[in-house]
């Protein structure tokens, strides 16, 4: 009898284990969802942030267009560089989408706005 009930607790505490490791898969999977979510608006973040210095940018620079004298004169401005950048990157560049991905395919808008400030 004795044995018995130690037989049954042993399989009781299995169980429970069993159980808790279940739990412990869920949450595991659930932490690395989040990681990889928190990762991707960490970079999206990045991406609309230099995005808004761009813009700001082409605002101070619109406001004191004559003053400019540091940067080089005839390139296109850094703005324009760092979007460049971001799309060779593989990122969108347009209003669509902006700071997502390409995969890899080019995106008429994107290039839009290349043709655009060519
Ligand atoms: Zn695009």
Redo the contacts with the bound molecule.
Sequence with gaps: MRNRQIFDQVSDMEKQIGELYQQLGDLKQKLSELLEENHRLAMENHNLRNHLDTIEEGKQKSSNKKKSTKKKDNLPSEGYDNLARLYDEGF???N??FGRP?RNED?M??LEFFDKTK
């Design positions: 969108h560049i347009c669509l989408e390409r995106c808008f994107c």
